[in-house]
Structure formats: C-alpha cells, structure tokens
C-alpha cells in the first residue's frame, strides 16, 4: 500500500484503510506483524489454518467496520477448525444484525500471539491546525481507563520517540518497576516509523496501532487502522 494507492482509494471515494491494508503500510516501514492470512471462504480458512497454525484468531475484512471487536468481527483462540467454522458463522450473524449492510471483503485467519505481552497504543493524526502529531499510552482495553498517553509533533526523532516513552505513568511499569522489563527500543522505534508515515502519507488522516504488544524482548502489532483525508 503505497502514496499512489491510497490516492486511487480515495478518488474512488474511500474513507477508511481495511485492516489488511493498513498492515501493509507497516510492514513496509518494517513494524513486525502477527503470521497471517486473509481468506474469502470457510473453505478457504479451514484449509489455510494449518499455514497459521492453531490456535487462531478470526477477524472480519471490512471497510465498514472500523472497529470490529464492538461489531462481533473479531474471534479468539479458536482452538481447530470445529471451532473456527462455528466462530465464522456467529460472527456473520453478528454482522448482520450490527452492521446490516456492511460489504465484507473477507477474513483474517491470524496466529494467536504469546502471552506474556503488555498492550500499548500508538497513534498518529493530522490536527487542523499543528499538522502531524504522534500519541504513545497504555492500550488495549486500558486506553479508556488510564488515559495515559504523551504526545509530539510529527515526525519526532528517535530520541523524542524514547522520551514520549518515559513521559507516561506507566513508564516505571514498563521499565521493570515488577522486575520485568519490556522492549521500550522497540516501542520507541515504533513511535519513529508511526511519525514518519502520517508525516509523509498525504492521504492519511489518522494511523494507530492498538494494540502493539510489547514483550521483553520484541514488539509486534496486534490491529491497526487508517483513516483518510
């Protein structure tokens, strides 16, 4: 997904990037991603799933669903592939009765990612009147009820980046205040490449990754998404 292609997306009158698609615009500036694969049938998934390995996460391709866990579009820890064709049927019934109407492109099929992780966000947006900016804070399910976060100009350097790391609350949690300590290079560098592409990506409104999940050693994201111009 490149300048070209979201400005084609947008001539044809798109407001908002698939998870899909959003994924490919962080895998081009190198930010790691779950294994993972997306699939147009039940057929399609049960026969991929062993390409992915279970247990699985199930997710639903949508331009319009942006927020697929309130929608029903999300499934976890699907176990094998009895499990994953009931998830695929009770989410499109979900679907039906949230969203009527939503056009579904297709389906993730996405490795379930170890435990162990802490959930951050990172986000970016174009303000109306400073431009670029970059957010860091908690993520997850905590986005709402920390309300944790720092925030910089974009694009911020890599020193700036380090520092919005150590700006939030949770800084001494992050930093092993419990005697483990998680990839806080991994998260700045994160925070680099995010400035970078809102910086640099005209047609992009809003990116966020919610959650990265950050590990002691090693950072990957979760779910993102991208709104346009």
């Known amino acids: 997904m490149d300048k070209d292609a979201i400005k084609m997306l947008k001539e044809q009158g ?3 990037l698939t998870e899909p698609e959003t994924m490919e615009i962080l895998a081009s500036r190198g930010i790691s991603l779950p294994k993972r694969l997306v699939v147009k049938s039940i057929e399609e998934a049960v026969n991929s799933a062993s390409d992915i390995g279970y247990p ?3 997710k639903v391709v949508s331009s319009d669903i942006p927020h697929k866990t309130e929608a029903g579009g999300v499934a976890t820890g699907l176990k094998d592939a009895s499990e994953l064709e009931s998830a695929w049927m009770e989410m499109l019934c979900h679907i039906a009765d949230g969203v009527p109407g939503a056009n579904i492109e297709g389906f993730i099929i996405e490795e379930m990612l170890p435990q162990g992780a802490v959930e951050v966000i990172v ?3 174009k303000d109306a009147q400073f431009g ?3 957010m860091f804070g908690m993520g997850g399910v905590m986005v709402e009820a920390m309300r944790d976060f720092s925030f910089r100009l974009a694009p911020v350097t890599r020193e700036e980046a380090a520092e919005m790391v150590t700006e939030i609350k949770a800084y001494a949690f992050l930093n092993g205040s419990r005697g483990k300590r998680f990839d806080i ?3 700045a560098e994160v925070i680099f490449k995010v400035s ?3 910086s640099e990506f005209d047609g992009l409104s809003e990116i966020e990754i919610n959650p990265l999940f950050v590990y002691e050693k ?3 994201a979760a ?3 991208a709104v346009l111009v």
């Open 14 to 16: 798109r407001k908002i």
């Open 132 to 134: 670029p900016a970059v």
């Open 56 to 58: 699985l996460v199930l």
């Open 223 to 225: 779910d993102a998404r």
């Open 218 to 220: 090693g950072v990957v």
């Open 123 to 125: 986000g970016s947006l």
């Open 196 to 198: 970078q592409i809102i």
């Open 185 to 187: 290079d991994g998260i």
